[in-house]
């Protein structure tokens, strides 16, 4: 036994880290850096940073492809920082806000030498912290040692890679009655991951027989349409149909996971929205931040769906994501139920982009 912490709880201190504008060290393969987030970087920290030596920039190939960049390491660019670059230049790779009205930010100095591991890891990381997926990273001697005299978190690439794709274990840690309008039978149940990330909830509606389909819904969240009631979107009016629905059905259960913006957070939704606002579709605005379409990972509606007593559903979504991703988790999909509700004159571009691009049914 030990109270060194793990990687899991090391990765959870990185992202906290990053988020506040700390560098970590990271360390694999005989090489080692310095990194940090690009979107909270302060002109201090970028040049107690180039004390140390040459400074690149980690973007995604989605990003660079934007930028004109080339990328020589399939999904990531590798971009030199020059020595006069400034706070607001990394910030303008970084942030595509400005974009439109400064399309020309080249020529770059793109690397193509030596291996991206280290920068892949970072970009993992960065956009674990959802923050802009975009890093600064400077090679450092001596990992191990260099952390502990600076007191920064040391991430071992070997170990930490892995655990970065993995969805971390969930574990139920409270639930009570809770009435609601659809139905006054409902039970709200909490999860919290091992990692240190988000909870997600569940809510069950009646008590649904275990042994056969469940009436389910996996809905991610969306602040703007849950909350506010934006028409920007579908998901308030899909919220509550599918509770209405499994109300008066007499049985179901909806999940609510924390995963913003397809997982992008709310702060890189609302860039995106502002991406929108110029002229791009919702595709579009998630690449020129430098994300996938879709960043969210599905296996965690398993996990909660498994750690409730249910291995099959009748699924309530137009996505066929969410049901090849349900079908791979070994949870059986009995059933699609179209859910089509809430179009209005200000989503329809968007639900047709998502019918388009994305593969949602109609
Ligand atoms: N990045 C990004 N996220 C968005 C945008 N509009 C809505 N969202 C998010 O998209 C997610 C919508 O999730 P779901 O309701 O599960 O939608 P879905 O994947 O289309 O699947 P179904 O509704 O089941 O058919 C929520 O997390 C919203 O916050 C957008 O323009 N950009
Ligand atoms: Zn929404």
Redesign the pocket.
């Known amino acids: 036994m030990s109270l060194l912490p793990s990687m899991i709880e090391l990765l959870a201190r990185a992202r906290v880290d990053l988020r506040m504008g700390l560098p970590v060290v990271l360390a694999g393969n005989g090489a080692a850096a310095l990194a940090i987030a690009a979107e909270s970087l302060s002109a201090q920290r970028l040049a107690d940073l180039r004390a140390y030596g040459e400074v690149s920039l980690a973007l995604t190939a989605r990003r660079a492809a934007t930028l004109k960049a080339r990328v020589y390491d399939s999904d990531i660019a590798r971009l030199t920082v020059p020595a006069d670059a400034d706070r607001n230049w990394v910030r303008s790779l970084a942030d595509p806000a400005d974009d439109l009205n400064s399309p020309m930010k080249g020529p770059f100095i793109c690397q193509r030498d030596g291996n991206a591991d280290l920068h892949r890891l970072a970009i993992a990381l960065v956009k674990s912290a959802r923050l802009l997926p975009a890093a600064l990273l400077v090679p450092v001697e001596a990992a191990a040692a260099l952390a502990a005299e600076l007191g920064l978190t040391l991430i071992n690439h070997a170990i930490a890679t892995p655990l970065l794709g993995q969805s971390s274990p969930l574990h139920p840690v409270a639930a009570a009655r809770l009435p609601v309008e659809a139905a006054a039978a409902g039970r709200l149940h909490v999860f919290r991951p091992e990692d240190g990330g988000e909870e997600h909830y569940a809510i069950e509606i009646g008590r649904p027989d275990r042994s056969a389909p469940v009436l389910a819904r996996?809905?991610?969240?969306?602040f703007?349409?849950d909350v506010l009631g934006s028409l920007?979107?579908?998901?308030g009016p899909?919220l509550r149909g599918a509770l209405a629905q499994m109300g008066a059905e007499g049985a179901g259960v909806l999940l609510y996971l924390n995963?913003?913006?397809?997982g992008?957070g709310l702060a890189?939704?609302m860039r995106?929205?502002s991406l929108?606002d110029q002229g791009f579709d919702?595709v579009e605005?998630?690449h020129r931040l430098g994300f996938e379409d879709?960043e969210r990972d599905f296996r965690l509606g398993s996990e909660i769906l498994r750690k409730l007593g249910f291995d099959q559903v009748r699924l309530?979504?137009?996505?066929p994501k969410?049901i090849s991703m349900m079908e791979h988790a070994g949870i059986k999909v009995t059933e699609r139920v179209p859910?089509r509700v809430g179009e209005n004159d200000f989503n329809r571009a968007?639900l047709a982009t998502?019918a388009n691009k994305?593969g949602?049914m109609l």
Request: charged share 20%.
């Open positions: 996996l809905h991610s969240a969306c703007t349409g920007k979107c579908d998901c899909q995963q913003e913006g397809r992008i890189n939704k995106a929205y929108q919702t605005a998630n879709d309530l979504t137009n996505n969410k859910l968007y998502k994305s949602h």
